[in-house]
């Protein structure tokens, strides 16, 4: 039985040369590139109801100027929900002016 004994030793021995060999960098290898972040998913526009799924930047800004004119007050959240989203300098622009005075800080407690 020494024999087995001897080839189990020897399998182990192996195994662990082979896991540090695998672990160990070797100098001046390059590191794996780090992952790109991912875009900033901006789901806005699908808070419409249109059964769209593709937004592009022309196409949320015409969205924007819609909501603008009009008059509802249920724009204000889908408003506010891109105003979160967006990060185009035109586009939050555009939304600024759509909101108004619709959302402005509130200061003190309510008149009756």
Do not use: K, N
Not at 21 to 43: F, K, V
Not at 72 to 94: G, K, V, Y
């Amino acid at each position: 039985m020494p024999i087995q004994e001897l080839g189990l030793a020897a399998s182990l021995l192996a195994g662990a040369i082979f896991l540090l060999a695998s672990l160990r960098r070797r100098p001046g290898a390059a590191s794996p590139p780090a992952p790109e972040p991912a875009p900033r998913e901006i789901y806005w526009p699908a808070l419409l109801g249109t059964g769209e799924r593709s937004f592009d930047r022309p196409m949320r800004l015409a969205i924007v100027r819609q909501l603008a004119a009009a008059s509802e007050e249920w724009r204000c959240p889908i408003l506010l929900c891109a105003r979160e989203q967006e990060t185009d300098p035109e586009i939050r622009a555009a939304i600024a002016v759509a909101l108004g005075d619709a959302v402005r800080p509130v200061i003190g407690a309510p008149q009756a």
